[in-house]
């Protein structure tokens, strides 16, 4: 029983060892833009995590990529619309304002608009609703 536990045990710490992936950086300076790129950028095939938090093979990947892009010397921007122009918008949390992505940025004001006109029609719209009793009568038959 002890070997089937201590078997367990030693699976469970190498995977978990294997989804930490340390990156010879040069430096602090090196390794805090690395991080701050990394988590610019999200995850494609996790539900909204950036490639620093993921551990999904493709985010380790574009880890990968974007520090061997850094290493070669590329800028934030340039390493940016690499992937933009590889992956789309969809890659940036922030994704720029032009005509594709106008209803990401325009879609939840015109629905909290919609919703509030509807709202005030209703409340505003004269006579009692045809489901409910009308207005208590002073009168009482006795």
Not at 91 to 115: C, H, R, S
Request: proline share 6%; glycine share 6%.
């Amino acid at each position: 029983m002890r070997r089937i536990v201590f078997a367990l045990a030693f699976l469970l710490t190498t995977t978990l060892a294997q989804a930490i992936d340390p990156l010879p950086f040069a430096n602090e300076a090196e390794e805090q833009r690395f991080q701050a790129l990394a988590r610019e950028l999200r995850c494609l095939v996790c539900q909204n995590q950036n490639i620093a938090d993921s551990d999904a093979g493709l985010a380790k990947d574009l880890r990968n990529e974007v520090f061997e892009m850094m290493r070669a010397g590329k800028s934030d921007d340039e390493i940016r619309q690499f992937l933009v122009d590889r992956y789309g918008d969809f890659v940036l949390y922030d994704p720029p304002f032009k005509a594709v992505t106008l209803v990401l940025w325009v879609g939840p004001i015109l629905i909290l608009i919609v919703g509030f006109a509807i709202a005030r029609n209703m409340m505003l719209r004269g006579g009692p609703h045809p489901d409910l009793p009308g207005p208590i009568d002073d009168k009482v038959d006795r």
